[in-house]
């Protein structure tokens, strides 16, 4: 997919709107619409990759990205009772939108193992 076409690099540029947590010059993080727990945030780096497939060699913006997620699971309020991090990825992990992105799920006990 073009960069021009996604949705997720519209809400990274600010051409759509999202009601959004965090952002420092290489990523965003924003409430995601249909949310599956009582927090549920989407950590995305604001250059289009598609998924981990395509970050191999992404070491630096991926390590700004992972270590914020500290900061930000403080932010939610998740960090004291904990919190799942997962990146849906193609067809078969159930990737719905082709711009890199991390679930930041908490406020509730999650089940284990995923449906
Ligand atoms: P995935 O299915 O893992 O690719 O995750 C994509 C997520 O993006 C889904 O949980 C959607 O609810 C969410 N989503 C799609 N469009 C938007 C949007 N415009 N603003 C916020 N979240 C969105
Ligand atoms: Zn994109």
């Known amino acids: 997919m073009l960069s021009a076409d996604c949705i ?3 809400i990274a540029s600010k051409e759509i709107p999202a009601d959004i947590v965090y ?3 290489k990523i965003m ?4 619409l249909n949310k599956v727990a009582p927090v549920h945030v989407l950590v995305i ?3 289009h990759i598609e998924n981990m497939l395509d970050a191999e060699q992404e070491e ?7 270590k914020s997620v500290a900061t930000i699971a403080k ?3 998740v960090a004291e009772d904990g919190f799942r991090l997962v990146s849906n990825t193609k067809e078969n992990g159930g990737q719905t939108v082709p711009h890199l992105h991390f679930h930041l799920l908490g406020g509730r006990a999650l089940d284990w193992p995923p449906g």
């Open 8 to 10: 997720f690099c519209k």
């Open 23 to 25: 952002e420092d010059e």
């Open 29 to 32: 993080v924003f409430h995601d």
């Open 45 to 47: 780096p604001k250059k």
């Open 60 to 66: 630096g913006l991926l390590g700004h990205l992972m």
């Open 75 to 77: 932010m939610t309020n």
